[in-house]
């Protein structure tokens, strides 16, 4: 005859739930997650060992999570109808700590060493352990698929937990029920709307539908309906799927501009599901400049916090979903992961190769993109250094030559006119006004493409001396233009044939006239119809990146 039995945690557990409650997790939102990821991970185990024993499943083969709310008495369950457990795999389950390393991780976290050792946290789960910082009694009674027996297991989290036989009839089917007794400052998370908000973004996606129960008696209502978008094949995906998923995670309601799904396999599993939106996102300009990507394991939403793009791809919507990442960490962990760095990696290269792709096949589709994202994406021509020749083929400019298109570098290059070494830019607020400036005559008369930058970004790469194609970008406002290099055209305008000593005597003249005004007077091969134009000095800030400087009370 099996009776009730009361057990003392492990002492690790005691030492974790410590933990639990005092520091690891920051934000107590994510025991719901937990706990729906692990219905949704007994379902998936019963799916699998009902490939060989089918009669697990008996009438009741769809599975199913359940979330009910009961607000009067502070309580929440979270039900599902997967594999259940036994008495002792319950002891074993929610009772010890199966992985190894925990000792050592515990130590170190003790030691307050744990942010330094993103390692080990990984190594163990802490899942179920999370519902100890909102509830302060959690019963949990489960039957296990193909048994005629269930079991209760209750504890308050301080050291010891009971295990008892339960009546079939208070038991699931099959399955598991945990029910949670809120503690009084938790007590929001038995209201039916919080349920559900929290339920549909942080587990909108985990493969088993989820309903929610609002008040006791109520029918099941569906809130998410199980399907993983980014886990079926592409071939099997209709546009307007990918339209309804893009809407849904980006919170925008035009078409994407390029939707970019895929699975890398090899030494890390992870499937990309990302788009380009059609418009710019209202927060593209956000102080903190934040990825909107979500992260999650298994189809477990993780964070969208993780900083799976760089912040000048902070444009694109999207997920990926990792198959290797461990699933219990804290957000703050993650960021530090290995793992995620080299996924971070391989996303960032997939999306600059899907824009590359985009610039080469429909110049058109990537004119809209660039119109919108092209701000954002030549941040990184000066936080991205690996990767700056890559942005610069896929930056985009307005130039003398561009007309109301946009020039790619590449044309540039292909066009420049023999003798010229260098990119020449001139950089300001104002298109028309740059169009209009004295500065462009000898470039005009030359026939030399000039860019026209107008972003205040590009003042900022232009100064870190980048290359294309191995040649300089040089400002035509920033001493001697190099123009003597390249000959006029046969039928230009030759300038009057003055003697060297009448233009030293004329630069003396005005020297001495300006004074300290300037730094210096000399004669160049720049201008063809006006007589004078200020430029700044070869070595040093541009004439552009000077007044942003002076704006900015430098
Ligand atoms: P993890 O999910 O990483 O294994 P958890 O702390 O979340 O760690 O859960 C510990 C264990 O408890 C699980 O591995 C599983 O064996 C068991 N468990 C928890 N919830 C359920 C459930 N709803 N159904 C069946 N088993 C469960
Ligand atoms: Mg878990």
């Known amino acids: 005859e099996q009776k009730t039995e009361t057990r003392t945690f492990e002492a690790d557990v005691s030492r974790l739930l410590h933990m639990m409650v005092h520091s690891v997790y920051s934000d107590r939102d994510v025991f719901l997650r937990e706990l729906i990821s692990n219905a949704a991970d007994a379902c998936e185990k019963l799916r699998f060992e009902a490939v060989s024993r089918p009669e697990l499943l008996g009438d009741d083969a769809k599975p199913r999570i359940t979330i009910a709310a009961d607000a009067d008495n502070k309580e929440l369950v979270v039900e599902d109808n997967g594999i259940g457990m036994s008495r002792d795999e319950m002891a074993e389950a929610l009772g010890t700590i199966a992985r190894s390393g925990t000792r050592a991780f515990l130590e170190r976290v003790e030691a307050g060493k744990a942010t330094e050792d993103t390692q080990l946290i990984g190594q163990f789960g802490v899942g179920f ?145 990302a788009f380009v939106p059609g418009s710019r996102p209202f927060d593209l300009f956000d102080q903190d400049r934040k990825g909107r990507m979500k992260l999650y394991v298994r189809r477990v939403f993780i964070t969208d916090d993780a900083d799976v793009l ?55 589709a990537y004119a809209k993109i660039w119109e919108n994202f092209g701000v954002v994406l030549k941040e990184g021509l000066y936080e991205d250094y690996e990767r700056r020749e890559q942005l610069l083929k896929l930056a985009r400019f307005h130039s003398t030559a561009s007309g109301e298109g946009w020039r790619g570098l590449a044309d540039y290059v292909g066009a420049m006119k023999e003798g010229q070494k260098a990119i020449f830019f ?28 107008t972003d205040p970004v590009d003042s900022f790469w232009v100064t870190m001396a980048p290359e294309f194609d191995g040649k300089p970008f040089k400002s035509v406002t920033q001493g001697a233009a190099e123009l003597a290099d390249v000959a006029l055209p046969e039928n230009a305008a030759k300038p009057d044939a003055e003697t060297p000593s009448d233009i030293a005597t004329f630069l003396a003249f005005v020297k001495t006239t300006l004074g300290d005004e300037v730094s210096d007077v000399k004669a160049s091969d720049r201008l063809t119809e006006s007589a004078v134009c200020l430029v700044a000095p070869e070595h040093g800030p541009d004439r552009q990146f000077e007044r942003l400087l002076n704006a900015a009370g430098r």
Do not use: C
């Open 129 to 273: 352990y999370s519902v100890f910082m909102v509830a302060d009694r959690v019963d949990v009674i489960s039957r296990q698929a193909g048994s005629d027996e269930a079991f209760r297991w209750s504890s308050d989290g301080k050291g010891t937990y009971e295990i008892a036989p339960a009546p079939l009839e208070t038991a699931p089917g099959r399955g598991t029920r945990v029910v949670l007794h809120l503690m009084e400052d938790a007590s929001s998370y038995a209201t039916p709307y919080r349920l559900e908000g929290l339920a549909k973004s942080q587990s909108g996606h985990v493969p088993v539908p989820i309903a929610l129960v609002e008040k006791p008696g109520a029918e099941p209502r569906d809130i998410a309906d199980g399907t993983a978008l980014w886990v079926r094949q592409k071939s099997e995906i209709k546009p307007e799927e990918y339209t309804d998923f893009y809407r849904s995670i980006a919170g925008q309601y035009d078409e994407p501009a390029s939707t970019i799904h895929f699975r890398a396999e090899g030494r890390q599993e992870y499937s990309v599901l």
């Open 426 to 453: 001139m950089a300001g607020d104002d298109r028309a006004r740059l169009e209009a400036s004295p500065q462009l005559e000898g470039f005009r008369a030359r026939g030399i493409e000039v860019l026209l930058l």
């Open 310 to 364: 760089p912040r000048y791809l902070r444009f694109v919507r999207g997920l990926v979903d990792s198959a290797d990442l461990p699933l219990n960490v804290s957000r703050e962990m993650i960021q530090e992961s290995p793992l995620l760095a080299s996924i971070r990696k391989g996303v960032t290269n997939r999306v600059l190769g899907d824009l590359a792709k985009t610039a080469e096949n429909d110049a058109e």
